[in-house]
Each structure stands twice: as structure tokens, then as C-alpha cells.
Nanobody
Framework: EVQLVESGGGLVQAGGSLRLSCQASGFTIGDYAIAWFRQVPGKEREGVSC????????YYADSVKGRFTISREDAKNTVDLQMNSLQPEDTADYYCAADTGGFCANAMHGNLWGLDYWGKGTLVTVSS
């Protein structure tokens, strides 16, 4: 059974850092594109970052470029999201998702239907 489980969320002050982890089971995480999304109640789910299954540069939303770093840890079968210089506007539920096509186009263009598997999310709260 394919499963994605997020962890690492919590409460942090503005300017602080958190590291989210997306643990995959039922597949090899390097075989799929893995994306991080976030959602605030009442707003659309937003693509934050994505790493494809092939060699290439990761993708980042403009709002997080220079602050967030996505990385894949093949030995642990995880994709992590290091979040630095957090701001109150980063407060959201954060989800990871897998695209079995292996590319980040769906994630970064907001085509949520193209993501095949989703985790249940982890809450990040940034206080001012």
C-alpha cells in the first residue's frame, strides 16, 4: 500500500526554522516526483516545492525561493523540506504528494488532479 506521512510541523517564531519530512512507504521515493503543498483554510492549496524523479533542479514557488530547500534522502525513503526565515504568512497545513509520472509540471502548475498520492498533512504555525 502506498502511503505518505508528513512530520516535523509545529509552532515557531518568525525568523525561525523547521524541517518537514515526507516518509514514503509502498514505493521507492526516487521513482516519483514529490511535491510539497500548503493550504490555509478558505484558500486554494498552493504548490511550494517539488523534486522530480530525474536529475534536475528542484522547483520552488516564488514566495519561498531562497528560504526553503527540498531534498531527497534515498536511504530513508524521504523527501525533506528545510524551511528557514519563516514568516507568519508561511502558516499553513503542509502536505506532500507524489506524481507517478515523475515530473513536477502538475505540482507547480496547480494541477492537483495530477498528483496520485497525498499525505494527511502537518501544521506549521509561525508566530509574529
Amino acid at each position: 500500500e502506498v502511503q505518505l506521512v508528513e512530520s516535523g510541523g509545529g509552532l515557531v517564531q518568525a525568523g525561525g526554522s523547521l524541517r518537514l519530512s515526507c516518509q514514503a512507504s509502498g514505493f521507492t521515493i526516487g521513482d516519483y516526483a514529490i511535491a510539497w503543498f500548503r493550504q490555509v483554510p478558505g484558500k486554494e492549496r498552493e504548490g511550494v516545492s517539488c523534486i522530480s524523479s530525474s536529475v534536475g533542479s528542484p522547483y520552488y514557488a516564488d514566495s519561498v525561493k531562497g528560504r526553503f530547500t527540498i531534498s531527497r534522502e534515498d536511504a530513508k525513503n524521504t523527501v525533506d523540506l528545510q524551511m528557514n526565515s519563516l514568516q507568519p504568512e508561511d502558516t499553513a497545513d503542509y502536505y506532500c504528494a507524489a506524481d507517478t509520472g515523475g515530473f513536477c509540471a502538475n505540482a507547480m502548475h496547480g494541477n492537483l488532479w495530477g498528483l496520485d498520492y497525498w499525505g494527511k498533512g502537518t501544521l506549521v504555525t509561525v508566530s509574529s
